[in-house]
């Protein structure tokens, strides 16, 4: 009689306890979690993903062109001390107008301006040297604008995620405090995201600029040494091929042929 009571008893405290744990299941919070691939998929972070890999391109290219042998190579310097060597400034002219290279393009203007003396000569390689490194710097500069605009890209999508979040709970009455910092935790990845691309544009834009600077300092000090003791009087009257002077004397000086020309007209 005790055992079959007893049976009863924990048989009624079971029927009556399964509603209870039926309504606890019921009002739990249902926790629906995303993978990080998921998160990084959403439509703000799009651009982002653009962002890295025009960042890659960049990294991969200006790293190839700033190596030693690629930024002076050494056959082109080779070359040109060769022609110096030999006193051939034409054909080390025409070399350079055939090779066209960084170091070529520089020594190329240096000889075309030759003729009108060492300032001239100074003058036109600085402007070359400029050239070359404008050519370097703009790409650089593409890193930088990325280091700025990503953040605020990631900025952009979080804070249009809280807004619709905020949106959402309010419309539907939520006061669960779990449920806002699940939203917000969610649309924070786009600020994270923005944050791992700029980091990253911004060491490799410091780095790439400082090796850049380096590789123009070298380029100026090799074409110094090609134009020392330069024969600048030698060929004071000398004109390269597509280096001609169109400056002539100003036709009211007496004794230039414009001048002439037109006295024989009056």
Not at 109 to 119: D, E, F, N, R, V
Not at 145 to 162: D, E, F, R, S
Request: charged residues 15%; aromatic residues 8%; contains cysteine.
């Amino acid at each position: 009689m005790t055992t079959s009571l007893r049976r009863i008893t924990g048989l009624t405290a079971l029927l009556a306890a399964s509603p209870i744990a039926l309504l606890a299941a019921d009002a739990a919070p249902t926790v629906v979690t995303k993978s990080l691939l998921q998160e990084l998929s959403a439509p703000a972070i799009f651009p982002l993903w653009l962002c890295s890999a025009l960042i890659v391109y960049l990294v991969i290219d200006l790293f190839m062109k700033i190596q030693p042998k690629q930024f002076i190579s050494p056959a082109a310097l080779d070359a040109v001390r060769t022609f110096f060597r030999n006193g051939d400034y034409v054909g080390a002219y025409n070399w350079t107008r055939d090779n066209p290279g960084i170091l070529a393009n520089v020594i190329h203007a240096g000889l075309k301006h030759a003729p009108s003396g060492k300032q001239a000569a100074e003058e036109a390689m600085g402007s070359a040297i400029i050239g070359e490194n404008s050519k370097f710097q703009n790409k650089i500069a593409y890193l930088s604008v990325i280091g700025v605009i990503a953040p605020m890209i990631g900025l952009t999508g979080t804070v249009i995620g809280m807004i619709q979040a905020f949106a959402a709970m309010g419309q539907a009455g939520a006061s669960d405090p779990s449920k806002l910092s699940g939203a917000i935790g969610h649309v924070l990845h786009a600020t994270a995201a923005g944050l791992a691309v700029a980091i990253p544009a911004f060491v490799f834009y410091y780095l790439i600029r400082n090796s850049v600077g380096h590789s123009i300092h070298k380029l100026s000090d090799e074409a110094n040494d090609l134009f020392r003791k330069f024969p600048y009087d030698h060929l004071a009257t000398v004109e390269f091929e597509g280096g001609e002077s169109y400056a002539a004397t100003p036709n009211w000086v007496e004794g230039s042929p414009t001048h002439a020309q037109a006295g024989a007209e009056a």
